[in-house]
């Protein structure tokens, strides 16, 4: 499995990633996850949605639960076009606690904690931690890789209004 160094830290400590890097206009890759239920889902599944993948550490982290929390409300405005989707490494159990907690009904939280496919396949597994690097994808309805940021700093928020800015212009002309 490839391994790239430099690109991402942990309160200013180097980290270390596993995969290969996506970059836009990439075939998104199809990685099978658990949902809160336990019940296997394939991203493939979004198929016909813009999909937009966040990638986070551990929804139990104040970052994490500030990040996913304020996903959950933009979800709220962007329709049935787009699902946001939250992938971690937690338990299933914790992120259905987590929801619940946090009254996240517009997006679906994912777990990756068997065989880490996602964090492999997207190139944001973390070999020092066998956690998620903080990221975001958003995917067209082709499955076709549209946008990707990588937060440098793992303990830092994404730039929400970029994010945004991207994935509103994907809708317009997606539509």
């Keep these: 499995m490839t391994e790239r160094q430099g690109i991402i830290t942990i ?8 995969g290969d890097e996506i970059k836009v206009g ?23 949605k813009v999909l937009v993948l966040a990638s986070v ?16 409300d933009e979800a709220a405005g962007l329709g049935e076009a787009v699902q946001v989707v939250v ?14 907690a946090a ?19 997207y190139g944001v597994l973390i070999k020092e931690l066998r956690l998620l690097a903080r990221a975001v994808f958003i995917v067209d309805r082709e499955g076709i890789v549209q946008y990707v940021q990588l937060v440098p ?17 994907i809708i317009t002309e997606n539509q």
């Design 103 to 121: 009254g996240a009904a517009r997006l679906q939280t994912l777990s990756d904690h068997r065989q880490a496919d996602f964090g492999a396949a």
């Design 26 to 48: 990439s075939l998104a890759p199809d990685c099978e996850l658990l949902d809160n239920d336990l019940h296997p889902v394939k991203l493939s599944f979004y198929r016909d």
């Design 87 to 100: 992938v971690s490494m937690d338990l299933p159990f914790a992120q259905k606690r987590w929801c619940g």
């Design 11 to 18: 309160h200013g400590n180097p980290l270390t990633l596993l």
């Design 153 to 169: 700093e793992v303990a830092a928020e994404p730039d929400y209004e970029a994010v945004l800015r991207a994935l509103n212009s």
């Design 57 to 72: 550490p551990s929804l139990d982290t104040p970052v994490c639960d500030f990040e996913s929390r304020r996903f959950n």
